[in-house]
């Protein structure tokens, strides 16, 4: 124990203040240059970065908002095709880009996001299955409810060019990602159809059918004759 202590001091009487410091300014004189190119570099980043979202961005999705109004009208009215096409004739009034062009064009914008969701819901009405999940797949938000949404369409559009295991899987990502009352049992009660009805397993379907009874009460309620007739159903071996 002495023997250590008494190491201990003389490493600390050997430690030279001044030669680490000298050997600190040699360390930043040598890699001077490098560091001082460094620095440069994240102000040239930050700068870029400021000048895309204040000088680039921002014009832009101010032009991507003014544009998408009149086809989130017309989607509005069930007009689907015209709000995915727009309105394009030459020497009349009431002309505007459809949902398909401010995809393409403004898709690095919050209003460019909000057409991806819209022309995927727009070419599932239409029928153009295969195409709507190439907008939807593009939709991301934060908003819950409406993220769970776009899942619940992309298990639509699976189910509709009967690929039904991927159908299930975003049936039961939509109902998952949010939990509510009015949305989550519809999307259960989807993908207990799938697993009954398609896939041959009234087992699992039943699973998804009992947690609207028991984890949704008030949506059961309203859907208790059509739950209950599926439970019925499903429970015959």
């Not at 009805?197 to 039943?206: G, V, Y």
């Amino acid at each position: 124990m002495a023997k250590q202590e008494e190491t201990a001091k003389v490493e600390i009487q050997e430690f030279d203040i001044n030669k680490f410091k000298n050997e600190t300014v040699s360390v930043f004189e040598k890699y001077k240059k490098l560091i001082m190119i460094v620095g440069l570099s994240l102000t040239v980043i930050i700068g870029g970065l400021l000048f895309y979202y204040i000088g680039y961005l921002g014009p832009k999705e101010k032009k991507a908002s003014e544009e998408i109004f009149m086809a989130e009208q017309y989607f509005s009215k069930d007009s689907f095709q015209l709000a995915l096409t727009g309105r394009n004739l030459v020497g009349q009034q009431g002309n505007f880009t459809g949902l398909l062009d401010i995809a393409k064009k403004y898709g690095s914008t919050k209003s460019g996001n909000r057409a991806n969701f819209l022309a995927g819901a727009s070419l599932l009405q239409t029928g153009k299955f295969k195409e709507s999940l190439g907008y939807l797949n593009k939709f991301s938000t934060g908003d819950a409810v409406m993220q769970a949404q776009a899942y619940a369409m992309i298990g639509d559009a699976n189910a509709e060019l009967q690929n039904f295991p991927e159908a299930l899987k975003y049936y039961l990502k939509a109902a998952n990602h949010s939990s509510n009352e009015v949305t989550t049992p519809i999307h259960l009660r989807k993908a207990a159809f799938v697993l009954g009805e398609q896939m041959k397993k009234p087992e699992e379907a039943l699973k998804h059918l009992n947690r609207i009874k028991t984890e949704f009460p008030k949506a059961y309620n309203l859907l208790m004759m059509d739950v209950d007739k599926d439970i019925a159903r499903y429970s015959v071996k």
